[in-house]
């Protein structure tokens, strides 16, 4: 009966160690998970130390600005007929 006992106890440390396992394991694919197919952004959120931005915020970029600009209208052109002498 004691043996029993002591293999139900080795028993129930071992399932609370694996499901502390699985526990973490969940964490860690949650995380990847997360940073894989998660948000994304061109640029960092965080700067990083010594590095210049090459594009200031402020100032808005070429392409923003030429899609602002008015497009200009054309006039339909009209294909000349061919004179026709009778």
Excluded: W
């Amino acid at each position: 009966m004691e043996d029993l006992r002591g293999t139900i106890e080795s028993t129930n440390q071992a399932n609370q160690h694996l499901i502390a396992e699985v526990k973490l394991l969940r964490e860690q694919v949650a995380y990847l998970t997360d940073k894989r197919f998660g948000r994304s952004k061109e640029t960092l959120s965080n700067q990083v130390s010594g590095q210049l931005n090459l594009f200031s915020e402020d100032q808005p970029s070429e392409a923003t600005r030429s899609a602002e600009t008015p497009a200009t209208q054309v006039d339909r052109l009209s294909k000349k007929r061919p004179c026709q002498n009778r």
